[in-house]
């Protein structure tokens, strides 16, 4: 197994970067959205291509291929594992990003689900576990070969083409999970084939003819029609949904389906011990929390009125006036008060 060594600084700068400039791409993508909606253009949503000649789309675009190209060269020097959690930060940089620059409110609820989200992210890194050494194509080949690595491919393939066929025109305009997963499904094998990629460069820069081996070319191939899934099915979810509601939720699927992926192609969970396994997934369990948080109370409005009674200002001196009073009814208080006042006459 590749242990943590001079990779690991090298592997957390890059997928540091890569989430500063994911983040803030899905915020411009979605400001070009929004100045074609303003000007009557097709939106993405009814399958419209207008963005195209939108100068803020595209800078959204180039950001997202500066962190990609960043998050590409982490995973040749890290783990999976190790890098694809830290994506939490482009959840933070994006909500931030949203709420300043897009008027979309995140609330208290929303604030505590990416401190949630990045705390759970740091224990899967503390935690990662190690991946199997692969040094070459060859090895990677018989990696792909695998019967349980087939069966996944096979299984995210049908249940992609299902979701963009069958529950795309029905529920993609209603449901956020729909083009979302369908993004993350497809991004598992794109990372399998940037981790190969990763590896032909490396046999490239040593001097080896790796120009002529086929399975790099099946790889770029693979890796160009599956970016190209994802940035389309990506466009959609931002033009219909809010963007921190995409953004996490992305993060907590296409985590989920690169870790699985990972997990059966590298044997990265095969190594680890029972601590390390608690750890990994109790850590990415607050993440899901977080991001349940950020997601499902995202439309509450936190104020004053949903505090406690003592903890809100406007009736906390009536509450300590309060307490000097005494415990007796309206009506009891009024006939003592009489009564007192008959005595005096008398």
Known sequence: PVAMGTGFGAGLGLALASSAFIGGSFVLKKKGLLRLCGRGRARAGQGGHAYLREWLWWAGLLCMGVGEAANFAAYAFAPATLVTPLGALSVLVSAVLSSVFLNEQLNVHGKIGCMLSILGSTVMVIHAPQEEEVSSLESMAEKLKDPGFIVFAVCVLVSSLLLIFVAGPRYGQSNVLVYVLVCSAIGSLSVSCVKGLGIALKELFSGKPVLKEPLGWVLLMCLVICISIQINYLNKALDIFNTS???????????????????????????????????????????????????????????????????????????QSCQHQPLLPSEDKGSQSAEEEEEEEE
């Open 245 to 319: 509601v995409v953004t996490p939720i992305y993060y907590v699927l296409f985590t989920t389906a690169v870790m699985t992926c990972s997990a059966i192609l590298f044997k990265e969970w095969q190594h680890m011990v029972l601590a390390n396994i608690i750890s990994s997934i109790s850590g990415f369990l607050t993440i899901v929390s977080g991001i349940f948080l950020l997601h499902a109370f995202r439309d509450m409005p936190f104020t004053p009125s949903l505090l406690p009674l003592f903890l809100q200002p406007a009736r906390a001196d009536r509450h």
